[in-house]
Nanobody, 127 residues
């Protein structure tokens, strides 16, 4: 089973950019579909973005489409989330998630679909 660790969170101003990274270890990264979720205080964890194991298919929550980009580097066992045009409502703890996927080009958008989670990285957006 792939284990994941997030990094790259921090404080950014409204309209700014931030890049989150997720390093995977154990298991076989190339068989894992990956996702990013976030959870703000008092709210449920919500889907942000997902990428298939071959990187060819990506999904985004409507709230981040056009502003966030998910990518993966299977040679480096990493997944990244490039966030631009940050809004105050993007502030949350961001979690990287992984699951084994037999289909090469499938993404998973439900938290319940994933069985490996990182500890999260805080993103704070100041106005």
């Amino acid at each position: 089973q792939v284990q994941v660790v997030e990094s790259g969170g921090g404080l950014v101003q409204v309209g700014g950019s931030l890049r989150l990274s997720c390093a995977a270890s154990g298991g076989t990264f190339t068989t894992a579909a990956m996702g990013w979720f976030r959870q703000a205080p008092g709210k449920e964890r919500e889907f942000v973005a997902a990428i298939s194991r071959n990187g060819g298919v990506k999904d985004y929550a409507d709230s981040v489409k056009g502003r966030f980009t998910i990518s993966r580097d299977n040679a480096k066992n990493t997944v990244s989330l490039q966030m631009t045009g940050l809004k105050s409502e993007d502030a949350a703890v961001y979690y990287c998630a992984a699951r084994e996927s037999f289909p090469l080009a499938r993404t998973y958008t439900r938290a319940a679909d994933y069985n490996s989670w990182g500890q999260g990285t805080q993103v704070t957006v100041s106005s």
